[in-house]
């Protein structure tokens, strides 16, 4: 793991491991790199990127399940119950799916950095390129961030050609003080946005509707999606999704919308 996910490293502390606990620690850490490299991946996912059975084999339980009744399956088994699956379940920038073959999720901080690089909002237009020179993180990590971003709402598009690494964005904020854009009743009353937006193109979305109310936002994305339990976003702010499954990789997302009063230029 990264310096940046030093907390990771020290949240195992307290997992009891089989012996020998550095291998162990290594399994988690090749998983959680894998979640993190994918945005998410199922049980199934991780084991077949790890190949424990070929690249972390851990003391006895490796060595009885492969040399002596040679199960590479019995030891890929054991070793995602004793050692992947409380490792992972310890971090705290990864979402454990409620299902064993649901999908687990990464918490991406660098939503958070995002954001705060277009902090305070000022209307603009702001490449992805220049995004990935002012946050420290990898590229593709950038990428993958902005377009959950663009994806859960928190960004808008100004311009979209290319990939999410060649385009235009804007946080979707009014804007304060500075061209005096103000939101119309929010905070006397609140604005709910739902829809169900793809997972592999944030561009492409469907049945959004904006509500009054957060309980006919929600028995929206129900009927739409099939929706059971919206979460919150991890360092985002007043923003819910639901993964709504691998079959057709969409997600549904509830949000608090603001309303704008005033247009603004992005290219000035």
């Known amino acids: 793991m990264t310096d940046d996910n030093s907390k990771n490293t020290a949240a195992l502390n307290d997992v009891e491991f089989p012996h020998p606990r550095v291998d162990c620690v290594a399994a988690v850490e090749a998983a959680h790199k894998f979640i993190h490299g994918q945005g998410k991946a199922t049980k199934k996912e991780i084991i077949d990127a790890l190949k424990p059975e070929e690249n972390h084999r851990i003391g006895i339980a490796a060595a009885q399940a492969l040399y002596k009744v040679n199960d590479p399956e019995g ?160 360092e985002l702010d007043d923003v819910w999704y639901e993964y709504l499954g691998d079959w057709n990789n969409e997600y549904a997302v509830l949000r608090k919308e603001p309303i704008f009063s005033e247009s603004d230029n992005p290219w000035s």
């Open 75 to 234: 030891y890929r088994s054991w070793c995602w119950q004793n050692v992947i699956e409380p490792g992972l379940t310890a971090l705290p920038d990864v979402e454990k799916p409620e299902h064993e073959t649901g999908t687990w999720h990464s918490i991406n901080k660098i939503y958070r950095k995002i954001i705060e690089e277009l902090s305070p909002p000022d209307g603009r237009a702001v490449s992805s390129a220049t995004i990935v020179e002012n946050v420290d993180a990898d590229s593709n990590e950038i990428s993958n961030a902005i377009g959950d971003l663009l994806r859960f709402g928190e960004l808008e598009f100004v311009n979209t050609s290319g990939s999410n690494m060649h385009v235009r964005v804007r946080l979707h904020r009014p804007v304060e003080n500075q061209r005096n854009q103000t939101l119309l009743d929010y905070g006397s009353q609140s604005h709910w946005l739902a829809y169900i937006v793809d997972g592999n193109n944030p561009r492409t979305r469907r049945s959004r509707r904006l509500f009054t109310t957060r309980t006919e936002a929600v028995k929206h994305l129900k009927m739409i999606g099939g929706c059971e339990k919206l979460r919150p976003v991890p």
